[in-house]
């Protein structure tokens, strides 16, 4: 049996008794990156084979390929660094690498896991691999590519009262971790306010201020730059008329709505993007920004050609009787297809950033 989570709440309960209750940022990061217990640092790599949830670029290298080559017609011949974050078990840092290496692009992958730090060096001796975006070089032309980063970075729970913001925070009573209210941090409230100026009291949020933070930096890192962030996102609107469970999301089968107050570190914690707060910032730092899904991101680059090619594959194979490749050209094919589903990974969000450009 795993024990990291049993670690992992006594730690946080030591901490919560010393310092106080922790501001649901700070839960998050604790949970998902504490070095030694963290649901992506225990030396688990994440996600994978064995994961609760796949990727777009697990489920198909052909996803890595499309976006391996957007990033290769934004470079367009010019001397760029390519610059995945959030590498995680590299299969998108593989098609990249390949697409780098055909252009000769230098490829560097951010991951914050050790563990998954470890892997992408061993699989990948001739690519860059640190830890921070403030470890990779400042140039004077970066394409930038983040794949389900976004919805990973600590976000705040904020609650909108009659007086104001409070924030949910995580305390403990006894054993048990809960959550409780506190006056909300000045920051944050100024943040919800700007993003909710109609919630009425009662309506509960995530403020992502850290994305806010991360485009920022991405965007002054590098003379131009074009970023592709890929993730599930939705509208302030959207957002502020959910309930707590739909705002904060745990991907382990079988839990209930806040079990990743029981067993922390052992679950994913996610929250939507809020595509607004991507529009703020963009808007603030002077770059355009084009918004639109996987789905139809993926068309543009080509997704219905290669499924047209699959498929012409599979009735070849068909009429020779090659029964095993027939079926190989399948599984392809409809790998491909899920990629575009609008009820699942099509209807992911893509926003193309840039600046400078
Ligand atoms: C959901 S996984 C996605 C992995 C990969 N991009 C993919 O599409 O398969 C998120 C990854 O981002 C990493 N990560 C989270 N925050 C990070 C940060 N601030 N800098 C670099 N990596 C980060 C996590 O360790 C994890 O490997």
Known sequence: MNLHFVVMKEKLIARISRDGPLYFDDYMEACLYDPDDGFYSSGRIRPGEQADFLTSPEISPWFGVLVGGWATSEANGEVIDLVEVGAGSGALFKELDEVAGEAGIGLVGVEVSESARRKLRKDYPDSTIVATLGEVRESARAVVIANELLDNLPAALARKTRDGWAELVVSSEGT????????????????CDAMFPNIGPGGVVTAQLAVERWIETVLRMFGTVSLCIIDYAATAEELSARNI????????????????????GENDITVDVNIDGVLNVCARLGASVVVKSQRAFLLDLGADELVADQRDMEYLHASGGRVMEQLMARSERIAIEALLEEDGLGGFTVFIISRGV
């Open 176 to 191: 048990v971790l809960v959550l409780e209210e506190v006056a909300a941090r000045s920051t944050v409230a100024a943040w």
């Open 245 to 264: 469970s739909s705002l904060v999301r745990s991907y382990r089968e079988q839990q209930t709505d806040l079990d990743w107050l029981s067993t922390p």
